[in-house]
């Protein structure tokens, strides 16, 4: 409900930042704790996000599911392939 009223009433009383959901009150504050909780059984990588964990173990199984549509290179992370598709433009970073 608060989304569409724009409260935000959980706060970080490290730094003030606000938000509307308590879960994202929580994965924020391990910015200030450190805290990696997700961690992989194959190699020493841990991280914050989940998301991010998911990343490691698809390099580890080698999956490659971004794929250049001019050379066929596969990538792990999209942003992989967006600095790849400069090469193919002529673009500069």
Not at 30 to 49: D, F, L, M, P
Not at 64 to 72: L, T
């Amino acid at each position: 409900m608060w989304i569409h009223t724009g409260e935000r009433p959980f706060k970080c009383e490290a730094c003030g930042y606000e938000c509307n959901q308590c879960s994202t009150l929580k994965r924020h504050m391990r910015i200030h704790t450190g805290e990696r909780q997700n961690k992989c059984e194959v190699c020493s990588y841990a991280c914050k996000e989940s998301g991010h964990l998911n990343t490691n173990k698809g390099k580890h199984r080698g999956e490659r599911r971004y794929i250049c549509k001019v050379c066929g290179y596969a990538f792990y992370k999209s942003g992989n392939l967006k600095t790849h598709m400069m090469m193919h433009t002529g673009e500069r970073l």
